[in-house]
């Protein structure tokens, strides 16, 4: 079974309109940390924000918020006021455990946001 | 301060050769980990070294091999390239303990094998 789940390849959004990207998560263990980052077309990885699993409030930081149902396994990335420049790939991920000597994170396939003016 | 850092940026080598990719993390940060990201796998990880030990590895054959030096820079290997070998390689660094839990990656370096 997939330990991270995104079910929207691809998504469309309005400037300035606020959009919601999936994603769902499998593990069986109660300590672990959920992230979201960005890769534009260059490549690189940008992290977005991230939620712990003990953490009750929901993370934001800045247009970014992360709405995280833990008894529903589901993290999805809320982001308010869409601009041109958030057209990019998305990726959930998983850190399981405590992290410590045992970090690594696991990454869901993504989904391709496209922002139209 | 200054992110992540990887050298090359880009990289064209033939089958059956062997290529080396350079990793320079935020200072202070001691772990270094490596992903492949391939069209077909998404992002797998490949390993995490801390104080010039790997700590942590994912299922890649013997092929692929790193180290890290004293600085904390780390160096990934790929022997006997294949094909299948042509991918994305994203390094990531994170901060000690105590800090926050987040990995903090660098632009990548696309090689190509012919």
Known sequence: AQKITQTQP????????????????DTSDQSYGLFWYKQPSSGEM?????QGSYDEQNATEGRYSLNFQKARKSANLVISASQLGDSAMYFCAMRE???GSNYKLTFGKGTLLTVNP | KAGVT?????????RGQQVTLSCSPISGHRSVSWYQQTPGQGLQFLFEYFSETQRNKGNFPG????RQFSNSR??????????????????ASRPPSGGPDTQYFGPGTRLTVL
């Open chain 1, 10 to 25: 691809g998504m469309f959004v309005q400037e300035k309109e606020a959009v919601t990207l999936d994603c769902t998560y």
């Open chain 1, 46 to 50: 940008i992290f977005l924000i991230y």
């Open chain 1, 97 to 99: 455990g405590s992290g």
């Open chain 2, 6 to 14: 990887q050298t090359p940026r880009y990289l064209i080598k033939t």
């Open chain 2, 63 to 66: 092929r692929f091999s790193g």
């Open chain 2, 74 to 91: 780390s160096e990934m290997n790929v022997s006997t390239l294949e094909l299948g070998d042509s991918a994305l390689y994203l390094c």
